[in-house]
Nanobody, 126 residues
Framework: QAQLVESGGGSVQAGDSLRLSCAAS????????MGWFRQAPGKEREFVAT????????YVADSVKGRFTISRDNAKNTVYLQMNSLKSEDTAVYYC???????????????????WGQGTQVTVSS
């Protein structure tokens, strides 16, 4: 089993920045990818960004492209989501996820991941 713990959420003003962190522990050997999803009230969980661990290749949703960046620290087993120019529509609970099975594409579906964190709230006021 792998455990994921997110941190860094909070309440900010529109235009501000936040950096989310997700530390992975336990059975993380063989991690294929880690990703970020978000879920706003009354909406489905949606893909934000993913990083293929071994090659540090990233893919970001169009809705956040140019504003959000995903990165990782292999030594710390940690993935980050740098969020700049935040908007009120970015308000959501942000979840970190980890996928162990290898696949030939960027995992962007909720069902692509087998481990999840508990989520961290991000609130952006306009």
């Amino acid at each position: 089993q792998a455990q994921l713990v997110e941190s860094g959420g909070g309440s900010v003003q529109a235009g501000d920045s936040l950096r989310l962190s997700c530390a992975a522990s336990g059975r993380t050997f063989g991690t294929y990818a880690m990703g970020w999803f978000r879920q706003a009230p009354g909406k489905e969980r949606e893909f934000v960004a993913t990083i293929i661990w071994s090659v540090i290749s990233t893919y970001v949703a169009d809705s956040v492209k140019g504003r959000f960046t995903i990165s990782r620290d292999n030594a710390k087993n940690t993935v980050y989501l740098q969020m700049n120019s935040l908007k009120s529509e970015d308000t959501a609970v942000y979840y970190c996820a980890l996928r162990t099975p290898h696949t030939g594409h960027y995992p962007i579906q909720v069902s692509d991941y087998n481990y999840w964190g508990q989520g961290t709230q991000v609130t952006v006021s306009s």
